[in-house]
């Protein structure tokens, strides 16, 4: 009886020690590889939308790399999309959260600003991304309004 429990524990101890091993936060590079290859709403990888963003902006848009972030206590790693639009300087605004262990690409604001729009196809990025170059021809003044009144907009220009 003993040993039939000592062998039981031990058993258990085995199939959950591995598990328990494999962590659920990616290293840096699993997570930008893993953004690269998500397959957006539109049904193609987030690598091949920023590509044809870049080729039919014709330089207007220019992808300036990844930066990824882990904060303490969160089971996921915040992937940001860095870029350079018109005149401005590069900006990192569309994020992911990314989870392996089952692998989990979720975009950080799914209703709002240029990811909801890079996860709606490419032709809605470049959209958007139009609307974005748009604005920086506007004063500073008229920018901020336009940014600030955007979410309350009842049209969907996409």
């Not at 699993?30 to 044809?52: C, E, K, N, P």
């Not at 350079?84 to 959260?97: H, K, M, N, S, W």
């Not at 690409?105 to 990025?125: A, I, N, Q, W």
Request: hydrophobic letters at 40%.
């Amino acid at each position: 009886m003993i040993r039939s429990l000592a062998f039981g524990a031990s058993l258990l101890a085995a199939l959950t020690v591995p598990a328990a091993a494999e962590p659920f936060v990616p290293s840096d590079r699993a997570a930008v590889d893993l953004v690269r290859s998500h397959v957006t709403g539109g049904y193609v990888t987030v690598a091949s939308t920023i590509a044809y963003a870049e080729k039919a902006s014709r330089g207007a848009f220019a992808f300036a790399g990844f930066r990824v972030e882990d904060r303490p206590g969160e089971p996921f790693k915040h992937v940001r999309i860095c870029y350079r639009l018109g005149i401005d300087p590069p900006v990192c605004a569309i994020e992911y959260l990314v989870a392996s262990n089952p692998s989990q690409v979720t975009p950080s604001d799914r209703y709002d600003g240029l990811g909801r729009d890079l996860e709606h196809g490419p032709r809605s990025f470049l959209r958007a991304l139009a609307r974005e170059a748009s604005l920086q021809r506007q004063p500073e003044f008229l920018r901020k309004v336009q940014v600030a009144l955007d979410r309350f907009n009842p049209y969907d220009w996409r």
